[in-house]
Each structure stands twice: as structure tokens, then as C-alpha cells.
T-cell receptor, first 115, second 114 residues
């Protein structure tokens, strides 16, 4: 079956530090890949996505590139801010029938950014 | 204006009770989902529902049942609640089209079974 593995947290960084959160996946087909972010007390929000190999998703200074050869989708940001403190989830989406695309999530990585 | 809304936000109940969580989306999406997030933040799909077709995660106990009165609603009913059901439950919705297949999540319902 499908699975997503992302680096264990928590990750604590100083403001303006460089961020990398590793994510690798196992899938039987050609999934779409996502990063979702969950701020404290809130639901998940889509951060960025990529639908095919070599696509780069980007949003709010975050980037991730769909690497089929290494089955990876690592999240990066050049300079983190305190407001980026949240839990980040890597996910893949594959067709599951009846028009549904089910998401398989990694276990989440908690990021804390300190001033 | 909330795209996907869930009620209640918090639910505290005793073991053995039956409870429901409501979910509504105003995005015009045709597929809705329920996810369970455990205490370690791990998210797992429970159900997806599209055009009256239900896809069930086989690991979900049959005490859990989704009910969809119309395309904009997918409620979650839980019978005979157990301690292990304590978690945060998220509703989500999306369009069928793969190119637009972004799932939009509600804010979650924190269920505590005592």
C-alpha cells in the first residue's frame, strides 16, 4: 500500500534559519504530492502541491520538488519566521475509486521557530 | 463564510454513548471525507463519500457510520463510544477533478470519551 515517511520532530529553529523537512513516499501509481500545514488549534491547510515528476510547488516562501527518482518531496524555506511555527504534513493522493482521491499522510513534523 | 464547518468543536461524553458530528461544506464539492487524528497527530482516512458511493477504510470499526443527507453534508455517527475513540476528527471536501483535487479541511472536532 501507499505510505509517506517524514522526518521526526520536533524541529526548533531560530528566526531566519533555513528549514528542510524531509519526506519520502511509497506508492503503486503516480500520486500527487502535497504539503499541508496545521497551525495550533486549527484544521489543515494546503501549503503547496505538485502533480507530476519534476514539478515544483511553492507558496509563502516554501518550496518542494517532486523527485520521482528518489521518491521524495522535501519541504524547504530559506528564512523561517515565528509565524511558521506549526505542524507540517507531507501527503500523497491517489485515486481510490468512485471519484475519490484519498490522502495518505506522514506523521507530521512539529516546527517551532524562536525569535 | 467558512468553507468546511464542523460542529461541535469539542465533544465530551461517556463510554457507551452514541454521538454525532456534523460537517457542512459550501464549496460545491462532490466528495467529502472523514479523518481521525490521534494523540500523536497521526492522520488517517476513515471514509470518503461521493455521489452516494461510500469508500470505507477497512480498519474503521462498524460503530462508525457516515450519513450524507445531501451533497453538502457528511455527518459522522459513532455508536457505543470507547475510550480509544478519543481523538480529533476532521472533515474535508474536494472536487472529483484530479487537477483540482485539493482537500479543504474543517477545523476539527475534539472528542473526549471518559
Amino acid at each position: 500500500g501507499n505510505s509517506v515517511t517524514q522526518m521526526e520532530g520536533p524541529v526548533t529553529l531560530s528566526e531566519e534559519a533555513f528549514l528542510t523537512i524531509n519526506c519520502t513516499y511509497t506508492a503503486t501509481g503516480y500520486p500527487s504530492l502535497f504539503w499541508y500545514v496545521q497551525y495550533p488549534g486549527e484544521g489543515l491547510q494546503l501549503l503547496l502541491k505538485a502533480t507530476k515528476a519534476d514539478d515544483k510547488g511553492s507558496n509563502k516562501g516554501f518550496e518542494a520538488t517532486y523527485r520521482k527518482e528518489t521518491t521524495s518531496f522535501h519541504l524547504e524555506k530559506g528564512s523561517v519566521q515565528v509565524s511558521d511555527s506549526a505542524v507540517y504534513f507531507c501527503a500523497l493522493s491517489e485515486y481510490s475509486g468512485a471519484g475519490s482521491y484519498q490522502l495518505t499522510f506522514g506523521k507530521g513534523t512539529k516546527l517551532s521557530v524562536i525569535p | 463564510d467558512t468553507a468546511v464547518s464542523q460542529t461541535p468543536k469539542y465533544l465530551v461524553t461517556q463510554m457507551g454513548n452514541d454521538k454525532s458530528i456534523k460537517c457542512e461544506q459550501n464549496l460545491g464539492h462532490d466528495t467529502m471525507y472523514w479523518y481521525k487524528q490521534d494523540s500523536k497527530k497521526f492522520l488517517k482516512i476513515m471514509f470518503s463519500y461521493n455521489n452516494k458511493e461510500l469508500i470505507i477504510n477497512e480498519t474503521v470499526p462498524n460503530r462508525f457510520s457516515p450519513k450524507s443527507p445531501d451533497k453538502a453534508h457528511l455527518n459522522l455517527h459513532i455508536n457505543s463510544l470507547e475510550l480509544g475513540d478519543s481523538a480529533v476528527y476532521f472533515c474535508a471536501s474536494s472536487q472529483r477533478d484530479l487537477a483540482k483535487n485539493i482537500q479543504y479541511f474543517g477545523a476539527g472536532t475534539r472528542l473526549s470519551v471518559l
